[in-house]
């Protein structure tokens, strides 16, 4: 079945560090592919996504590249802010359903 | 709008007892979830509906029922809680096709004991 696999956390940067939280995944055909965001207390959000291979999702100075040949779908930013620390999940779709698989989640710490 | 909401926030019952849970969206979304998350799990489809009238089981479906009688409604229901049905609760809504947002409701915690 479809799975998503992300780095265990939690990760603890300080601010203006550079971030990158892994993620994996097995998908039967061509998955879409996102990040959400869980900020404390509340629901997820969507952060970005990408819909075919070599496409670049981005938003909010995150960015995550869909690689087909390594099924990565790896979450970087290039200096993190302390309103960045949240939970971040890697998820996809795969097939003909709206269905979300997700990862386990990756716990971000940004400190000053 | 108000976009996705879910009554009650917090609920804490005995083994044996029942509820519902309330998800609401004033979207006009096709497609609702129901999601359940625990520590070190992430998110886990308990059922979801792809429209009116309609149903489907998800990853983990057991001890729990749903209905979709209005569009922008969907109701999850524990006919007698299990202390292993803690957790928080999601509710999220779509349009239709797999590569739309999902749009996620507050939680709800849920407390067995």
């Not at chain 1, 993620?23 to 509340?42: D, I, R």
Request: charged letters at 15%; hydrophobic letters at 35%.
């Amino acid at each position: 079945g479809d799975s998503v696999t992300q780095m265990e956390g939690p990760v603890t940067l300080s601010e203006e560090a550079f971030l990158t939280i892994n993620c994996t995944y097995t998908a039967t055909g061509y998955p879409s592919l996102f990040w959400y965001v869980q900020y404390p207390g509340e629901g997820l959000q969507l952060l970005l996504k990408a819909t075919k291979a070599d496409d670049k999702g981005s938003n909010k100075g995150f960015e995550a590249t869909y690689r087909k040949e390594t099924t990565s779908f790896h979450l970087e930013k290039g200096s993190v802010q302390v309103s960045d620390s949240a939970v971040y999940f890697c998820a996809l779709v795969a097939g003909t359903a709206s269905k979300l698989t997700f990862g386990t989640g990756t716990r971000l710490q940004v400190t000053l | 709008n108000a976009g996705v909401t879910q009554t009650p926030k917090f609920r804490v019952l005995k083994t044996g007892q029942s509820m519902t849970l309330l998800c609401a969206q004033d979207m006009n979304h096709e497609y609702m979830y129901w999601y359940r998350q625990d520590p070190g799990m992430g998110l886990r489809l308990i059922h979801y509906s792809v429209g009116e009238g309609t149903t489907a089981k998800g990853e983990v479906p057991d001890g729990y029922n749903v209905s979709r009688l209005k569009k922008q409604n969907f109701l999850l229901g524990l006919e007698s809680a299990a202390p292993s049905q803690t957790s928080v609760y999601f509710c999220a809504s779509s349009w239709i096709g797999k590569i739309n947002e999902q749009f996620f409701g507050p939680g709800t915690r849920l407390t067995v004991l």
